[in-house]
């Protein structure tokens, strides 16, 4: 039987006031989900990667560190080791993401935020999850 875990992640926000800047009364121009794909037999790979960031850098663990709050060094230290990751398991992890620019999106999508987020995992995911058994 053939198995994937997928972890999800999203940044920006499900909001469409674009008349007041970002962060300051207005939403985000852009909606992006990214997915870590991962055989079982890693999985705790990535949690490794992400328990010694919080420990190298003393990041409080009861605090999602987001990446617009990391320091330079600390993001491409985050980059090459997920490089790294994926080079030595080649075939047992994947790295995918999909950004939508949410000016563009049309106003029956607005009308229900669900629309959108499961039509991007839809694109981004489904053909990857129909390849397995279980996910």
Same mark, same amino acid.
């Not at 926000?13 to 008349?19: M, N, V």
């Not at 300051?24 to 790979?45: E, F, N, Q």
């Not at 039509?119 to 990857?128: D, G």
């Given at each position: ?47 490794? /990667? $992400? !328990? ?11 605090? &999602?560190?987001?990446?617009? %709050? ?21 075939? /047992? $992890? !994947? ?11 049309? &106003?029956?999508?607005?009308? %229900? ?23």
């Amino acid at each position: 039987m053939s198995r994937i875990i997928i972890y999800l992640d999203e940044s920006g926000d499900l909001g469409w006031k674009f008349t007041a800047p970002y962060r300051d009364g207005g939403s985000s121009r852009y909606l992006t989900i990214a997915s870590l794909i991962v055989d079982p037999s890693i999985k705790h790979l990535s949690k490794r /990667l $992400i !328990k010694v960031l919080y420990q190298k850098y003393h990041w409080p663990p009861a605090i &999602e560190k987001k990446w617009s %709050d990391m320091r330079l060094h600390e993001r491409c230290f985050f980059a090459e080791k997920a490089k790294k990751l994926f080079t030595d398991h080649h075939g /047992l $992890i !994947k790295y995918n993401s999909i950004t939508v620019r949410k000016e563009n999106v049309k &106003e029956h999508i607005r009308a %229900d935020e669900n629309k959108l987020y499961n039509y991007m995992i839809n694109l981004s995911l489904v053909n990857e999850m129909a390849k397995h058994d279980e996910v």
